[in-house]
């Protein structure tokens, strides 16, 4: 997801990148919780009936479903921001606060797409300056990150 915002006191222009997420904490939060409840009472079930090894199984099983879905809403949590004023480019790279922070010239910095010589292979949108490649977007689908190279050229002055 992008969106694009314009400062007008300062002349500049922050555009802050998310990828797409299905669900929230609140959300994941609910379905764990039922999730455990089902897979609680057939482990129950079970151990009452003398199968009292499902149990810890039906547990193992919880706790892998409750990590992999942490690790799928940490990767929807990072967010890009590109802060493009007269005399520099800004990306910071985080998820509640920026982790990363990269700084660029205005004037030398080059924006490139570069597209997959593999057919249905995502391209790569990247700043340069002096032999250092930062990447920008690589969560976003072909169209995003093409409408986003389109607009960081008309920010950037066609560059």
């Given at each position: 997801m992008i969106v694009?915002?314009?400062?007008?006191?300062?002349?500049?222009?922050?555009?802050?990148?998310?990828?797409?997420?299905?669900?929230?904490?609140?959300q994941m939060r609910l379905v764990l919780a039922a999730m455990a409840l089902l897979m609680g009472t057939i482990g129950?079930?079970?151990?009452?009936m003398g199968l009292w090894l499902v149990l810890p199984f039906s547990g193992i099983e919880w706790l892998l479903l409750a990590y992999c879905f942490v690790l799928s809403l940490r990767k929807t949590q990072v967010q890009e921001v590109i802060t493009i004023d007269r005399s520099r480019v800004r990306l910071e790279v985080g998820r509640a606060r920026p982790e990363s922070i990269y700084e660029f010239q205005r004037p030398w910095v080059r924006l490139k797409l570069i597209r997959s010589p593999?057919?249905?292979?995502?391209?790569?949108?990247?700043?340069?300056?002096?032999?250092?490649?930062?990447e920008v977007g690589g969560f976003l689908i072909e169209s995003e990150r093409t409408e986003l190279a389109r607009e960081l050229r008309n920010l950037l002055g066609n560059r």
């Open positions: 694009l915002e314009a400062d007008r006191a300062s002349g500049g222009h922050r555009i802050v990148l998310r990828p797409n997420g299905s669900i929230d904490d609140s129950v079930s079970f151990a009452a593999y057919r249905g292979h995502p391209s790569r949108l990247s700043f340069w300056l002096r032999g250092r490649e930062v």
